[in-house]
């Protein structure tokens, strides 16, 4: 098996499969989870991929022996819900599910991509350098976070980060996220109310700094988001945890305004408030350092905030949602 992706009927796990699709390559092995949902495994329908394994099935396989080691392992697989609150489930799935891969995969010459994310950054405090020396004093604000910033710090203190790759992915959106439910993005979320009554829901803010609308986020597209891991995926020689970002926050107006541009609405928008569960856990603005990607060699380009939406509303939203 030459790669092998967990997660690969995920969001950025499908569309890592797609691009290696694309330029000819079908002998992958796709790890996921799907508990009988059609809308994951739709992700997978378009795919061409050698064969399919359940997590926990693929797990045992690793640990028993029963899987070859392929060239490269894309890691996307994990609980990406912001609002777990079940932190042995994460410490398991997400944390130890990563160790155990990268420990088989660097005893096996296995070149290991995996996903970090921005959400180790926390309130953004401390900014957003993907500097190394600055990860330990990071402080996530939800066990996700946790979970990720967990094995940032392990492979960190054993050295494991300089014969690895991990990628703190910001706000992700694109096609392949319907199966997401609650943590889609907000285009997801509300093209269909923005296509048929002409409007749009946005969290007012609670922070005097921030008019409504104007918190921010690095948005990036899903397409941009897969070349670049597998742009890592195939450059075994840059090593460490790097962001994965557009390098420019766009505000929550900015978006809405994409997506009503995308259908040719005129835009309105309403102001509702933040539930009482993201009070206090809530990021009001990330944007990613790029430079040291850059400086590793990754030439790849990220399309506009307004370029990606009209792409995912034109080839996804309106032939699916």
Not at 144 to 157: E, P
Request: net charge negative; aromatic share 10%; glycine share 10%.
């Amino acid at each position: 098996m030459k790669t092998i992706v967990t997660g690969g009927a995920g969001l950025i796990g499908s569309n890592i499969v797609r691009l290696l699709n694309a330029r000819g390559e079908a002998d992958v092995l796709v790890v996921d989870h799907l508990r009988g949902d059609p809308l994951k495994k739709r992700n997978l329908d378009s795919l061409r991929y050698a064969e399919y394994l359940e997590r926990d099935a693929f797990r045992a396989a690793v640990k028993a022996g029963g899987i070859e080691p392929p060239a490269v392992l894309y890691h996307l697989g994990a609980c990406s819900s912001t609002t777990e609150t079940d932190e042995a489930f994460l410490d398991d799935n997400n944390t130890g599910y990563t160790r155990e891969l990268c420990e088989w995969c660097l005893a096996n010459g296995t070149r290991f991509v995996y996903a970090s994310s921005a959400a180790t950054y926390g309130d953004g405090s401390l900014g957003y350098s993907d500097d190394e020396a600055g990860i330990p004093a990071l402080k996530p604000l939800n066990l996700y976070g946790w979970s990720k910033q967990k094995f940032d710090l392990w492979s960190l203190s054993t050295g494991a980060s300089k014969k690895i790759a991990g990628l703190k992915y910001f706000n992700v959106f694109g096609p392949g996220e319907d199966h997401k439910g609650e943590m889609r993005s907000v285009v997801a979320k509300q093209y269909a109310t923005v296509r048929d009554e002409g409007r749009i829901a946005l969290f007012k803010s609670d922070r005097p700094d921030y008019a409504d609308g104007c918190q921010d986020r690095d948005f990036v597209y899903v397409k941009d988001a897969a070349a670049v891991t597998v742009w890592l995926g195939d450059h075994p020689e840059v090593n460490g945890i790097f962001n994965c970002g557009t390098g420019r926050a766009r505000t929550w107006l900015d978006l809405a305004n994409a997506l009503f541009a995308a259908l040719g609405k005129e835009p309105r928008i309403d102001f509702v408030d933040m539930p009482a569960k993201l009070k206090g856990k809530y990021q009001y603005h990330t944007e990613a350092e790029m430079g040291k990607l850059r400086a590793a060699g990754c030439d790849v380009p990220f399309r506009p905030l307004e370029d990606a939406v009209k792409d995912y509303v034109e080839t996804h939203l309106s032939r699916f949602a």
